[in-house]
């Protein structure tokens, strides 16, 4: 990811010291933002849910007895928006990895962490609540444009999501903790979560089962 690459350090300064830079790069270079946020692709919550589609179908194809992957794939594609991907990845003939292939990307693990590391590092461009109050109109601005990319209904909705348990030997397909983190991150710094009855009803739906 382009941005991510130019601007997780710049001259030795984290991103939160580099925010306007990245603000300003955001909207000369919105390519940056994957089609998801640029509008092109339903936002947040619909990319989330075809990245975890796409990892659960090559994960059940991979182990087609396993009934929690079973199960887990069943559930994503049960909603509205979701109906007709089983047969598009059928018709485009996902590719699963050969014994021992260590080039092998599964996709949809990839447009997951593509969009939570996106994300996250949009949090961390969020201007303060001290320095919003100040007045400077950078800030302001910035605040705005930061939720205009992101919806609370989509945040929540991320966050509802169920991920599979990881085992002994490896991580499971699909959506991870580390990724509702960097979600939750950026709930709280653009949005900001008013009280703690708010931030364990997050947590609990978020982490729970």
Do not use: W
Not at 39 to 62: D, H, N, P
Not at 108 to 120: K, N, P, Q, R, T
């Amino acid at each position: 990811m382009i941005l991510v690459g130019i601007l997780l350090m710049v001259n030795g300064d984290t991103v939160e010291e580099n925010a306007d830079l990245v603000v300003r790069l955001l909207i000369r270079r919105p390519d940056c933002l994957g089609p998801a946020l640029r509008g092109e692709g339903g936002g947040l919550l619909k990319a989330i849910r075809e990245g975890i589609a796409q990892s659960l179908y090559i994960a059940r194809r991979q182990n087609p007895d396993d009934p929690v992957i079973q199960a887990a794939y069943q559930e994503i594609i049960e909603d509205e928006s979701m109906h007709n991907l089983n047969e598009e990845y059928d018709r485009l003939q996902v590719r699963l990895p050969y014994e021992d292939d260590e080039e092998y990307i599964d996709l949809g693990a990839a447009e997951l962490s593509f969009y939570a590391i996106l994300v996250e590092l949009l949090g961390r461009c969020a201007p303060s609540e001290e320095t919003i109050k100040m007045g400077k109109p950078n800030a302001i601005r910035a605040k705005s444009i930061l939720k205009s990319l992101v919806s609370m209904h989509d945040l929540e909705g991320v966050l509802g999501l169920k991920f599979l348990l990881p085992n002994e030997n490896s991580m499971p397909p699909g959506l991870q903790p580390a990724h509702k983190m960097s979600i939750i991150l950026f709930l709280e710094r653009v949005y900001g979560i008013p009280d703690q009855e708010t931030f364990f009803r997050l947590i609990e739906d978020a982490f729970l089962p």
